[in-house]
């Protein structure tokens, strides 16, 4: 199998996080925070281990790192917490994932918020000067982006973008779920509120680990309730973070998995990572670009993306397409990748597009595979 669905989540992993994983559980598989014992302890010291490391990846000691399942469950606590408090318009890409959109949806359909899409301009752009006149019109009290869209890999300015946030004292919230581990990003600046991390993806680690960075002086109220190994006389969550936002038992294994594969990008710095994934985009627009029965959506040259490329196929639908491809060993995304805000800006709704999605470990030999594969749809086409 040639593999082209890195954004989907990332594969394969460095050799060294399976073996951590399996070599910690084996030995070390307690709880955190349920015990004194040995196994406990040292569950305690790697997830403390994990929570230093991605503050220095990251550049934020002074934030706090909250670890959830998965991104979805970290956006919708953010989200919903500050509902809770009383947010009212927030504001967001073009290019914003379900777990954004639905979340918001969601809460519109109640009468709760107002949401309010951020000017883009067709070639791509942010425009400031557009994007200050909506928070004139109607103030922001949040304000949430995608730092890199998942349908055609555009990263957005987001310190522009929050720093102008920040004038009309709106919350920041940056979804990187698709950058953190791969743009060199700092977390730790006053613009940034809250920052969303999926660790199965750019972070290189397994599935069921992800979470959010935040902003301890901001009072966000819990959504979820339960055990959390401290305090348990009171009937209330604990106002001590991280315990407020992690309740029940963490994924110890999948902490573990998150731990070597940062012990393994500290290695290889985010610049190497970033500038081989930048070669393997590049190695993919080319052949893409010359084959005639596809077109590529959203390629703007002068803008900024990661290893993300859309394309539509003339004569045959994204859904047949995509069986087309996997029946030929080609693992790619068609359809709507859950982002259909993206496909209804760029044109490509209802049917979505193909999505390939390189990383800094695809091969030649993947690309000598998707090589062939192409030659074959051309002729068929």
């Known amino acids: 199998m040639a593999y082209f669905d890195n954004a989907a989540t990332s594969y394969p992993k460095p050799e ?3 073996k951590f994983m399996d070599e910690f559980y084996r030995s ?6 349920r015990g004194s014992y040995t196994l406990a302890n040292n569950a305690k010291l790697l997830v403390d281990d994990t929570r230093t490391r991605l503050q220095r990846l990251l550049h934020c000691p002074n934030k706090q790192i909250i670890f959830e399942p998965t991104a979805t469950i970290a956006l919708n606590t953010i989200i919903q917490g500050l509902v809770l408090s009383d947010a009212k318009n927030i504001y967001i890409s073009p290019f914003e994932h379900n777990a954004v959109t639905r979340t918001l949806h969601h809460l519109e359909q109640s009468a709760k918020i ?5 000017n883009v301009t067709r070639d791509l752009d942010y425009d400031l000067k557009r994007i200050k006149y909506q928070f004139d019109a109607t103030q922001p009290d949040v304000v949430i982006i995608s730092h890199a869209s998942n349908m055609i890999g555009l990263v957005a300015p987001v310190e522009k973008i929050f720093e102008l946030a920040k004038r009309y004292r709106a919350v920041t919230i940056v979804d990187m779920a698709q950058t953190a581990g791969l743009i060199d990003l700092n977390v730790g600046s006053e613009t940034i509120d809250f920052a969303i991390f999926a660790g199965h993806k750019t972070l290189l680690a397994p599935t069921g680990i992800a979470g959010f960075i935040m902003n301890p002086s901001i009072k966000l109220p819990p959504i979820i309730f339960g055990g959390t190994g401290f305090d348990s006389a009171n009937p209330n969550v ?4 991280p315990e407020r936002f992690e309740v029940g038992t963490l994924n110890i294994i ?4 998150l731990n070597a594969a940062l012990d393994w990008i500290e290695t290889q710095t985010l610049a190497r990572i970033r500038s081989l994934e930048l070669n393997n985009r590049h190695r993919l627009l080319e052949l893409l670009s010359a084959h005639d029965c596809l077109s590529i959506v959203g390629n703007i040259v ?3 993306y990661v290893g993300i490329v859309s394309c539509t196929i003339e004569g ?3 859904e047949s397409a995509g069986n087309f491809f996997a029946a030929k060993g080609i693992a790619v995304r068609a359809g709507l990748q859950c982002a259909p805000l993206a496909h209804k800006f760029l044109g490509t709704y209802p049917d979505g597009t193909v999505r390939f999605s390189v990383n800094c470990f695809t091969t030649d030999d ?3 595979q998707l090589r062939s594969v192409l030659d074959e749809l051309d002729e068929e086409l």
């Open 302 to 304: 002068g803008r900024e």
């Open 316 to 318: 045959i639908s994204s």
């Open 366 to 368: 993947d690309f000598a």
């Open 114 to 118: 107002k949401i309010h899409i951020l």
């Open 238 to 241: 604990p106002d001590r973070l």
């Open 254 to 257: 999948g902490i573990a998995g």
């Open 28 to 33: 070390n598989g307690g709880n955190v925070g």
């Open 16 to 18: 060294q996080v399976y």
